[in-house]
């Protein structure tokens, strides 16, 4: 009698013991390509998906932004003076870190309106400073505190004329020669340069003490007229200014930082039109662009 072999397993059992290996199989080939995902390199992060390695290749890819074309100043200043044969056009630019000045235009003194408030506030300033003058000294209706903020930052010429007075016509013009400026009160005459010359000392502390200096350049920051220099200089770019309006003349006088750079730019204009005019205004607009797109790459 033979000894019988095992017995075959039965069909159901078979059809188990398949799926138990299919399953291990399946198991084991996740946890291998798990594995390769995360052992593999991956510059860009352990899950970054194909499309965002796509989009992150394309975004490397595409060039960078041109820089804004080098501005030839001195000829794009011309060429707008040029096309204003009507006007007087005075462009001053002093580098407040060396003083180095460029001129366009005519240089000479124009009836400065009211951006000579500012030298009459820096003299002010001084007498205080020396022992001579008090802030708290009642003029007109108001201190000297009082009147010195109305001048500057809403253009007051009550209290211009007061604070003058107060000042003497002579003590204010021997003021201004100190500073290399020449200036006479009773004609109101100052160049474009002369002015870009009492910016940059005032802002670099060399004119008056740090209280004052601060106090002064904050009054000249959200004056009553912000229409001139300040509408068109681009948010990155500080302004403090004075400007000036009166009988065809319309100026302004700026301090423009950004970073570490800093400028003084004066623009006196005379014109035929109305001093108001949206004819002005674009021609000092214009100014502006281009000078801010020289300096400061803006």
Do not use: C
Request: aromatic residues 6%; without cysteine; charged residues 15%.
């Amino acid at each position: 009698m033979t000894t019988p072999g095992p017995r075959p397993a039965a069909p159901h059992h078979r059809r188990n013991v398949i799926l138990v290996w299919a399953a291990a199989v399946l198991v084991l080939a996740a946890v291998v390509v798990f594995g390769a995902i995360r052992t593999g390199p991956s510059p860009e992060g352990d899950f970054l998906t194909v499309s965002h390695r796509q989009a992150r290749s394309q975004s490397a890819a595409a060039p960078a932004p041109s820089p804004r074309a080098a501005v030839d100043l001195p000829a794009e200043i011309q060429r707008i003076i040029g096309g204003h044969p009507d006007h007087r056009i005075g462009v001053a630019i002093m580098d407040t870190s060396d003083g180095a000045l460029q001129s366009y235009g005519d240089v000479a003194p124009y009836t400065a309106a009211s951006t000579a408030k500012v030298l009459t506030a820096a003299a002010y300033y001084h007498l205080v400073e020396t022992g001579e003058k008090s802030l708290d000294t009642q003029l007109g209706a108001f201190t000297a505190a009082f009147q010195l903020k109305a001048m500057i930052n809403t253009s007051s010429d009550d209290s211009w004329i007061l604070l003058m007075q107060d000042i003497g016509y002579p003590r204010l013009s021997d003021f201004a020669a100190t500073l290399g400026i020449t200036y006479d009160p009773e004609q109101n005459l100052l160049a474009p340069a002369d002015m870009a010359r009492l910016l940059q000392q005032l802002s670099t502390g060399k004119l008056l003490n740090t209280g004052h200096t601060a106090e002064l350049l904050g009054y000249m920051q959200h004056t009553n007229d912000e229409d001139l220099i300040p509408a068109a200089v681009s948010p990155e770019i500080t302004v403090h200014h004075k400007y000036g309006v009166v009988e065809g003349y319309v100026h302004d006088a700026a301090l423009l930082s950004a970073g570490d750079r800093s400028y003084a730019v004066v623009i006196y204009t005379w014109g035929p039109d109305d001093a108001d005019s949206a004819a002005r205004l674009d021609l000092i607009h214009e100014l502006t662009h281009q000078l801010t797109g020289a300096l400061f790459g803006q």
